[in-house]
């Protein structure tokens, strides 16, 4: 599988934004996908993951309750909604699938990834 992440540009603290992931090739649905991002100056951290059915997610705690990781296996795309976006929020944000279950966060559990999409968060 392929991905393509997009979505991304400037927007204001307290503003949302929807991220979304294109993947090409095979079935997308046994792919599990997670989304990372990475700040200046910071190594990259785990945001938010789901299962190949879209049944099971789960967040990094400091995401909790503001970011919804969701996915459409029918359009091979998934999406990374962020809410109540913060300054602190900016970085690049990248999607990644890997076949199989990745239910750590960890990045070396993905072995598929996108080009990534910057998102800026103005005070």
């Known amino acids: 599988v392929q991905l393509q992440a997009s979505g991304g540009g400037l927007v204001q603290a307290g503003g949302s934004l929807r991220l979304s992931c294109a993947a090409s090739?095979?079935?997308?649905?046994?792919?599990?996908m997670g989304w990372f991002r990475q700040a200046p100056r910071k190594e990259r951290e785990f945001v938010a993951g789901?299962?190949?059915?879209?049944?099971?997610?789960y967040y990094a705690d400091s995401m909790k309750g503001r970011f919804t990781i969701s996915r459409d296996n029918a359009k091979n795309t998934g999406y990374l909604q962020t809410n109540s976006v913060k300054p602190e929020d900016t970085a690049v944000y990248y999607c990644?699938?890997?076949?199989?279950?990745?239910?750590?966060?960890?990045?070396?559990?993905?072995?598929?990834w996108g080009q990534g999409t910057q998102v800026t968060v103005s005070s």
């Open positions: 990644a699938a890997t076949l199989g279950a990745a239910t750590r966060g960890l990045s070396s559990e993905y072995h598929t």
């Open positions: 090739g095979r079935t997308f649905s046994l792919y599990d």
């Open positions: 789901i299962s190949g059915s879209g049944s099971t997610t």
